[in-house]
C-alpha cells in the first residue's frame, strides 16, 4: 500500500508560480507507480491535470487547459513526484492531489485507486 502527502500548495498572484510535491511512503518499489495530479474546485467534480507513467518510461501527458504552463516529473530515488506550475490563472484555484496506482494510469479519477488529501492552490486576480 502506497500512502501519498502533497505540499506546496498556497496563494499566488495570477502569472505566479508554485510547485506541489508528492511525497510517497511505500515498501515496494515506487518506480513501478504511475503517478497523477488531479485538481478539484468548490462545486466542480474533480479532474485530471497530468499524469506520468512509471518503470522509467517517464512518459507524460497532460489535460487541454495546462496549455504548456505546468510540468509533472518524478524522481523515484526520493520517492516524490513534483507539479510545476507556471501562469497560474485564477482558474486554477483548487485543492490539488497527487494519485498512485500500480500498473498503468489513466485520465480519470477511477483509473488510480491510492490518493493523497490534497493541497490548497488559490491563485488571486
Excluded at 58 to 63: G, L, P, Q, V
Excluded at 71 to 90: C, E, F, H, W
Aim: contains cysteine; neutral net charge.
Amino acid at each position: 500500500q502506497i500512502q501519498l502527502v502533497e505540499s506546496g500548495g498556497g496563494l499566488v498572484q495570477t502569472g505566479g508560480s508554485l510547485r506541489l510535491s508528492c511525497a510517497a511512503s511505500v515498501r515496494i518499489t515506487f518506480s513501478g507507480y504511475d503517478m497523477g495530479w488531479f485538481r478539484q474546485a468548490p462545486g466542480r467534480e474533480r479532474e485530471f491535470v497530468a499524469r506520468i507513467t512509471g518503470w522509467s518510461s517517464d512518459m507524460t501527458s497532460y489535460a487541454d487547459f495546462v496549455e504548456g504552463r505546468f510540468t509533472i516529473s518524478r524522481d523515484d530515488a526520493k520517492k516524490t513526484v513534483y507539479l510545476q506550475m507556471n501562469g497560474l490563472k485564477p482558474e486554477d484555484t483548487a485543492v490539488y492531489y497527487c494519485a498512485a496506482n500500480w500498473g498503468p494510469g489513466g485520465a480519470t479519477p477511477s483509473d488510480f485507486r491510492s490518493w493523497g488529501r490534497g493541497t490548497q492552490v488559490t491563485v488571486s486576480s
